[in-house]
T-cell receptor, first 112, second 116 residues
Framework: GDSVTQMEGPVTLSEEAFLTINCTYT??????LFWYVQYPGEGLQLLLK?????DKGSNKGFEATYRKETTSFHLEKGSVQVSDSAVYFC???????????FGKGNQVVVIP | DAGVIQSPRHEVTEMGQEVTLRCKPI?????LFWYRQTMMRGLELLIY????????DSGMPEDRFSAKMPNASFSTLKIQPSEPRDSAVYFC??????????????FGDGTRLSIL
């Protein structure tokens, strides 16, 4: 079935550092891809999305490009802030089955 | 603009008791989803509704779990009897559009459930 794989383990980095979180997917159809962010004690919030190959989603300085050839949707931000500390989830939605398949999430901790 | 509203935010109860979690989706959204989040298993889809009709309940762990959506603005997830292993954060999400929409899901803040 459809699945999403995120890199293992938390990510700790200093303020203004460059952030990359890897995400790869497996899908039989043509999925839409999403990044969600979860702040402590809150639900998931949509951060950005891309619905077809080569689309770039962007929001709040974060970007991710839908790469069909490598089945990837890596999240990047050029200069992180302490307020970016949260858990980030990559997800895909295949039009055929309506389910959102989530990765396991990555805890990001930004140190001042 | 109100988002998805869940209640209660926290629930602590004893094993064997009935637990009812509530969700009010965003007005105008056609689909509603219930998820469970634990450290061990991450986010799991339990069930989803489209136009108030349950479409896929294959993620519901066992018969102790049931979900209803009596109208477009309200859904419940019930656990009876509850067990300690049901302790988790339960999220409700809603989405605009028809069954195969690629619109994003909007999540509530969750209910943190602890079964003692």
């Amino acid at each position: 079935g459809d699945s999403v794989t995120q890199m293992e383990g938390p990510v700790t980095l200093s303020e203004e550092a460059f952030l990359t979180i890897n995400c790869t997917y497996t899908a039989t159809g043509y999925p839409s891809l999403f990044w969600y962010v979860q702040y402590p004690g809150e639900g998931l919030q949509l951060l950005l999305k891309a619905t077809k190959a080569d689309d770039k989603g962007s929001n709040k300085g974060f970007e991710a490009t839908y790469r069909k050839e490598t089945t990837s949707f890596h999240l990047e931000k050029g200069s992180v802030q302490v307020s970016d500390s949260a858990v980030y989830f990559c997800a895909l939605s295949d039009r055929g089955n309506n389910r959102l398949a989530f990765g396991k999430g990555n805890q990001v901790v930004v140190i001042p | 603009d109100a988002g998805v509203i869940q209640s209660p935010r926290h629930e602590v109860t004893e094993m064997g008791q009935e637990v009812t979690l509530r969700c009010k989706p965003i007005s105008g959204h056609n689909s509603l989803f219930w998820y469970r989040q634990t450290m061990m298993r991450g986010l799991e889809l339990l069930i989803y509704f489209n136009n108030n009709v349950p479409i896929d309940d294959s993620g519901m762990p066992e018969d102790r779990f049931s979900a209803k959506m009596p109208n477009a603005s309200f859904s419940t997830l019930k656990i009876q009897p509850s067990e300690p292993r049901d302790s988790a954060v339960y999220f409700c999400a809603s989405r605009q559009g028809q069954a195969n929409s690629n619109q994003p899901q909007h999540f509530g803040d969750g209910t943190r459930l602890s079964i003692l």
